[in-house]
Antibody
Framework: QVQLVQSGAEVKKPGASVKVSCKAS????????MHWVRQAPGQGLEWMGM????????SHAQKFQGRVTMTRETSTSTVYMELRRLRSEDTAVYYC???????????WGQGTLVTISS | QSALTQAASVSGSPGQSITISCTGT?????????VSWYQQHPGKAPKLMIY???DRPSGVSNRFSGSKSGNTASLTISGLQAEDEADYYC??????????FGGGTKLTVL
């Protein structure tokens, strides 16, 4: 069973940045694309972007252009998602999820609640 | 990229079958067989139920099935059970290189 372990909940002020981590096993890290999906309170799922297992340029949804950075750290089998210039509507649970290559998400992290509040 | 269109809610009685539709465009659902479905119970992470339009992951009940016709994908749940009550989301790869989700359908088992 694939296990993805995410970092803990965060409270940030508007305009700040947040960096969420997602740790996988080495095998999972090397053989899957890793995606980030978020869910605002009471709302649906929203795809943010993905990073491939062989490095390369991550891709992300147009709406996050200029605000999001997705990176990978091979030595620890960890992927990161940094979101900058936070606003209240960024309050959400952020999930990482694995994708074996066909744009579906077969394992999910436990979610990280990010709350934006002044 | 616009979200895929799903009905907000659907209901059925135990033992019945229900179908949830997911309508996209010729740039996403209609163009690729990369449609997947997820079940989400309150406070939990989503769970993959169907991938590649109609394939079922190991461990998912064969009461769940998927199909696609044109720009519309469908998830059918047969023999409804109380534990099927949850939110269901469809997802598709899109020609923009992104992934798009449906707005979600709340299934109530009466």
């Amino acid at each position: 069973q694939v296990q993805l372990v995410q970092s803990g909940a965060e409270v940030k002020k508007p305009g700040a940045s947040v960096k969420v981590s997602c740790k996988a096993s080495e095998h999972t890290f090397r053989s899957n694309y890793m995606h980030w999906v978020r869910q605002a309170p009471g709302q649906g799922l929203e795809w943010m972007g993905m990073i491939n297992p062989n490095g390369g340029i991550p891709s992300h949804a147009q709406k996050f252009q200029g605000r999001v950075t997705m990176t990978r750290e091979t030595s620890t089998s960890t992927v990161y998602m940094e979101l900058r210039r936070l606003r209240s509507e960024d309050t959400a649970v952020y999930y990482c999820a694995t994708d074996p290559g066909n744009y579906y998400f077969d394992s999910w992290g436990q979610g990280t609640l990010v709350t934006i509040s002044s | 990229q616009s979200a895929l269109t799903q009905a907000a809610s659907v209901s059925g009685s135990p033992g019945q079958s229900i179908t949830i539709s997911c309508t996209g465009t010729s740039n996403d659902v209609g163009a690729y067989n990369y449609v997947s479905w997820y079940q989400q119970h309150p406070g939990k992470a989503p769970k993959l139920m169907i991938y590649d339009v109609s394939d079922r992951p190991s461990g998912v009940s064969n009461r769940f099935s998927g199909s696609k016709s044109g720009n519309t994908a469908s998830l059918t749940i047969s023999g409804l059970q109380a534990e099927d009550e949850a939110d269901y989301y469809c997802s598709s790869y899109a020609s923009s290189g992104s992934v798009v989700f449906g707005g979600g359908t709340k299934l109530t088992v009466l």
